[in-house]
């Protein structure tokens, strides 16, 4: 059910631009990958773990915005639709059926032998769009070099999919963060263990000796989130920085953990940040839950209803606008939002009781708490959304640059409106790229930077714009600028050229009024 929810949620927000332009994509395609453990062709004892390091590494090595690999979540689901245990090696020809079934573009297939002094690991795709096997790529040294092995492997792998990446070998390899590898080694046995209780102290181990180790510290979070232990789980979760692509995930668990503990404002701060990264329904209806108790009803109410429209099936979201409308006396709405709620969860107790009491004001101190969800699925949702972005563009016909550039700029458009700030700064960036003499791609992309607080390169997208061709929106980006950095005096040039395309523009009006205000802070009292 939670799958075919965001499918329905990824469709709407492609459904809005896949009419508005006849393209096929060729900029910058995604191929997904998998990569299977590999086979441990050695024989030596106490080297098992190592099957398991090296989809978790070369995972890591390869994601790039036109790679993205599927994770160890996402192959043990497939394994156990297809009743395969997890520390079985399956044939090729199973792995070729298991992942065909998933629908990827690569599979990463290898093995590795050591003979007691030297390590060699050998990788081969599996091309599963053209059938074929790609040729095998090697690397050998010693079992110390292991992390150094498998990343300079990643690089082979890397060139073997994209002949043209620019990164050269020695960039690549020295350009990845250091790991011990004995934390390496408790970390992979802390994410391959069954119970929390047995990944809590290998993944503990891994930060002790890898202080640095951010993976680590993300799937420590999760355990100790998973165990209730919320103190624990925000400790652990602030050792994730926010550029690391695992920060969506750890500051949602953060959010949920902090809202649990009853920090309301670490909450808010850490649950705002994974919306402007990445708004999914349950982020909108944490974010309302949070507000409820800073006292924000207003602010809850619309993040409700957020993720009511955003996901109509789920009853909780229901649930949570009729408690947050019953707050504000709005009772007729939060009755109907309630009998929604009860027509999609007839066994919902707690929505009846509330229902039933909601006509009696005296009983106001008996309100139910508001819902909150645990489950934050990104990997899922890009997975999803990848899949309908590419079957959309596949059904396009092929047609000249700036058609297909006209394609991308009103998909980004439409993500943007939505609030996914980093797709739509990617459909901006695959629109400059097909037709750099797009003014409305710059725009776009200007404005895709300015909402992912990037100021400098906002600015110069902008600029870029207008000299194609003067129009209102990148005026009125450069007066937001302007008015950020104090600039009232410049800001007001730019919005009275906007104003003069347009008379009538609301935004400029109003920007207009934010420089007078500030030009009349600057202006010297008047003396008599």
């Known amino acids: 059910m939670r799958t075919l929810r965001l499918f329905v949620y990824c469709s709407a927000l492609l459904a809005g631009t896949a009419c508005c332009a006849l393209a096929q994509s060729q900029a910058h395609p995604t191929d997904t990958i998998i990569v299977i453990p590999f ?27 036109n790679i993205f690999p599927l994770t160890r979540d996402d192959r043990m689901r497939a394994y156990d639709r297809a009743g395969i ?29 050591f003979d007691g002094r030297s390590f060699t690991a050998t990788a081969q795709p599996l091309d599963m769009q053209h059938r074929k096997l790609l040729p095998e ?56 263990t069954g119970t929390n209780a047995e990944r809590i102290p290998h993944l503990r181990e891994a930060v002790r000796l890898n202080p640095s180790y951010t993976e680590a510290w993300l799937r420590l979070g999760r355990a100790y989130f998973d165990e209730r232990q919320y103190d624990e789980t925000i400790s652990a979760l602030s050792h994730v920085p926010s550029t690391d692509p695992g920060a969506g995930e750890a500051n949602f ?5 902090a809202y649990y503990v009853g920090d309301f404002s670490r909450a808010e701060s850490a649950l705002n940040f994974v919306a402007l990264r990445l708004p999914l329904p349950e982020v909108y209806s944490n974010m309302g839950a949070v507000a409820i108790h800073l006292g924000k009803q207003k602010d809850a109410t619309e993040y409700f209803q957020k993720a009511a429209q955003a996901d109509s099936n789920d009853a909780d979201y229901r649930f949570n606008l009729g408690l947050v409308l019953s707050q504000t006396g709005a009772r007729s709405e939060a009755a109907e939002q309630l ?42 949702f890009r997975q999803l959304y990848l899949g309908i972005q590419a079957a959309a563009e596949e059904r396009l016909a092929k047609t000249d640059p700036a058609t297909h550039a006209v394609f991308h700029v009103g998909r980004g458009q439409e993500l943007l409106a939505q609030g996914f700030v980093a797709e739509a700064q990617k459909q901006f960036e695959e629109a400059v790229a097909l037709d750099a003499a797009s003014a409305e791609a710059h725009a776009g992309l200007a404005r895709a930077l300015e909402a992912a607080n990037d100021i400098t390169a906002a600015r110069v997208e902008a600029e870029k714009a207008l000299a194609i061709r003067i129009f209102v929106d990148p005026l009125l980006l450069l007066a937001r600028l302007d008015l950020r950095d104090n600039k009232a005096d410049d800001a007001a040039l730019s919005i009275d050229r906007a104003l003069k395309l347009d008379p009538a523009n609301s935004s400029a009006r109003t920007l207009k009024r934010a420089v007078a205000a500030k030009l009349a802070e600057k202006a010297p009292p008047v003396t008599n």
């Open 39 to 65: 086979a441990n062709a050695s024989g030596a004892p106490g080297l098992q773990w190592i099957s398991e390091a090296f989809p978790a590494l070369l995972s890591q090595r390869l994601a790039s915005p």
């Open 85 to 113: 245990p997890p520390e079985v090696q399956p044939s090729r020809a199973t792995v070729y059926r298991l992942v065909e079934a998933m629908d990827v573009d690569y599979v990463i297939l290898g093995r590795f032998t």
């Open 137 to 192: 790529v090697t690397e050998t040294g010693g079992l110390i070099d292991l992390i150094n092995i498998q990343t300079a492997l990643a690089w082979d792998l890397l060139h073997a999919i994209e002949p043209t990446v620019p990164v050269d070998r020695h960039s690549f390899v020295n350009g990845t963060p250091p790991v011990r590898l004995d934390a390496f080694e408790n970390y992979i046995r802390g994410i391959t």
């Open 253 to 257: 668990d953060l959010g949920v953990a």
């Open 339 to 380: 009998k929604q709620c009860l027509m999609l969860s007839p066994t919902d107790t707690e929505a009846r009781a509330f229902l039933d009491e909601l006509p009696d004001t005296t009983r106001s101190s008996r309100l139910p708490s508001e819902r909150i969800k645990t489950n934050y699925d990104e990997n899922t």
